[in-house]
Structure formats: structure tokens, C-alpha cells
Antibody
Framework: EVQLVESGGGLAQPGGSLRLSCAAS????????MTWVRQAPGKGLEWVSS????????YYAESVKGRFTISRDNSKNTLYLQMNSLRAEDTAVYYC????????????????????WGQGTLVTVSS | EIVMTQSPDTLSVSPGERATLSCRAS??????LAWYQQKTGQAPRLLIY???TRATGIPARFSGSGSGTEFTLTISSLQSEDFAVYYC?????????FGGGTKVEIK
């Protein structure tokens, strides 16, 4: 059974930092791209950042580029999101998600839909 | 950035009735379109990917159709557990974008 458990959320001051973690189990972690998606209170879903299975490639929304860093430790089956220079508009529930993939010519490739989701961790940025 | 527009914002449906939700992309996303269901206080759940493929464990009453810029999610006979917010998402182009959601409520 796929399990994704986020941690690290909480209250941060504007300009401050937080590091989110997502512990993964129930699948071969290195074989899948992973993603962070956030949801501001009462709002819709916003893609934040993705990373390939090897960690070689990363992608960011413009709203967080230069402030957030996605990374993974495949030896620990853990995904991270380092959030710096936090702003009030970063207040949201942050979900980690396991990407889909497809098989072609003997290899698997990532697809950027989100097959499994964690329960989320709340980040509040306020003074 | 591809803008995803969902309609209607809210759909009032009686249990057992059919629900049809729409999603429009500002430019073609081919068939790289997913649908998610989110109940209050819960994480989203993947329903459909590649526009029409049901995810593991999703009941057959959920179906997706469309390609290019116009997509539809149909729930053939609404059950009590289907009242929720539904989001579409394109993954054809970075940045990957979601629609604003359609809330399906009990009529």
C-alpha cells in the first residue's frame, strides 16, 4: 500500500524558512517522480514543484522559483521541500504526491499527474 | 501558462442522477488531462488520467472524455459519497495547472 506522510509544517514569520518532509513507503521510491502541491485556505489546488526519480531534474512554479528547493533522499525514501523567504501568500496545506508514469520501449517515464497523495501539512506564514 | 477553466462552479444534483462536469484548456493539452475528487478536509484523489483512463479502484460510474481543449467528467448515477469538489489538471505543458474546481452538491 502506498503511503505518503508529510511533516514539518507550522508557523513561520514572513521572510522565514521551513523544511517539509514526505516519508514514502509501499513502492519503489527511486522509480517515480514526486511533486508538491499546495492549497491555500478555501482555495483550489496549485502545483508547486516536481522532481524526477533520480533527482536529476527539478521543476518549479514561477511563484516559488528562487525561494523553494525540492530535493529527495532515495536512500531514505524521503522527499523534501526547503522553503525560504516565506510570504503570507505561501500559507497553505502542502501535499506531497507520487507521480504517474508510463512504459515505453523498455523504460518507464514520468507523467505529471498525481496518483497518490499524502494527507498534507499546514504551513502558516504570519507575524 | 495554460489556463484551465471548469464549469459550472457548483452543480446541484439529486442522488441517482447523472452529473456532467466540464473543463476547458486555453490551448491544446492533447489527452494529458487528469481529474481529481476532493472531499472536505481530505487530500485529493486521482479519478481519471489521460483524459479517459480510470485510476485504480475508481468505480465505473466515473468516466472521462475529450481531447485537445474540451474535456468532460461524467458521473453516471451519483452516490452519496460522490458529493465533493472536482478538479481537472493538465500535464501537457509546464507549469502543470489545475482548474478552479466544480463543487457537486446535493439538490
Amino acid at each position: 500500500e502506498v503511503q505518503l506522510v508529510e511533516s514539518g509544517g507550522g508557523l513561520a514569520q514572513p521572510g522565514g524558512s521551513l523544511r517539509l518532509s514526505c516519508a514514502a513507503s509501499g513502492f519503489t521510491f527511486t522509480s517515480y517522480a514526486m511533486t508538491w502541491v499546495r492549497q491555500a485556505p478555501g482555495k483550489g489546488l496549485e502545483w508547486v514543484s516536481s522532481i524526477t526519480g533520480s533527482g536529476d531534474s527539478t521543476y518549479y512554479a514561477e511563484s516559488v522559483k528562487g525561494r523553494f528547493t525540492i530535493s529527495r533522499d532515495n536512500s531514505k525514501n524521503t522527499l523534501y521541500l526547503q522553503m525560504n523567504s516565506l510570504r503570507a501568500e505561501d500559507t497553505a496545506v502542502y501535499y506531497c504526491a507520487k507521480n504517474g508514469n508510463y512504459y515505453d520501449s523498455g523504460a518507464y517515464y514520468p507523467r505529471y499527474y498525481f496518483h497518490y497523495w499524502g494527507q498534507g501539512t499546514l504551513v502558516t506564514v504570519s507575524s | 501558462e495554460i489556463v484551465m477553466t471548469q464549469s459550472p462552479d457548483t452543480l446541484s444534483v439529486s442522488p441517482g442522477e447523472r452529473a456532467t462536469l466540464s473543463c476547458r484548456a486555453s490551448q491544446s493539452v492533447s489527452s494529458n488531462l487528469a481529474w481529481y475528487q476532493q472531499k472536505t478536509g481530505q487530500a485529493p484523489r486521482l479519478l481519471i488520467y489521460t483524459a479517459s483512463t480510470r485510476a485504480t479502484g475508481i468505480p465505473a460510474r466515473f468516466s472521462g472524455s475529450g481531447s485537445g481543449t474540451e474535456f468532460t467528467l461524467t458521473i453516471s448515477s451519483l452516490q452519496s459519497e460522490d458529493f465533493a469538489v472536482y478538479y481537472c489538471q493538465q500535464y501537457n505543458n509546464w507549469p502543470f495547472t489545475f482548474g478552479g474546481g466544480t463543487k457537486v452538491e446535493i439538490k
